[in-house]
């Protein structure tokens, strides 16, 4: 997801904001411990929900991406068939 974020994040940046490279893609240190530290992190999290705290995260996960991607569309100038 890390590189379909970049890019997105590219084409945004090239579409509304002449190109310019927002904080949120900038940082500190090393990517992949980073993003291995964030996984822990919310592994860590889950492991404390009951599972109906779980179920309603995954049927919650469906929609988060339709939205997003129909953000996106929208965003970039395109039709969402959503």
């Excluded at 310019?20 to 990517?31: A, E, P, R, S, V």
């Excluded at 291995?36 to 779980?54: F, G, H, P």
Aim: some cysteine; proline content about 1%.
């Amino acid at each position: 997801h890390t590189a379909g974020g970049r890019m997105i994040g590219k084409q945004m940046s090239a579409l509304l904001l002449d190109k310019k490279t927002l904080d949120f893609y900038k940082w500190d240190g090393d990517l992949n411990k980073i993003k291995a530290n964030v996984k822990e992190s919310i592994e860590d999290m889950a492991a404390k929900w009951t599972q109906e705290e779980k179920d309603v995260c995954v049927s919650a996960t469906a929609a988060a991406f339709r939205g997003g991607g129909a953000l996106n569309s929208y965003l970039s100038g395109g039709h969402s068939p959503h």
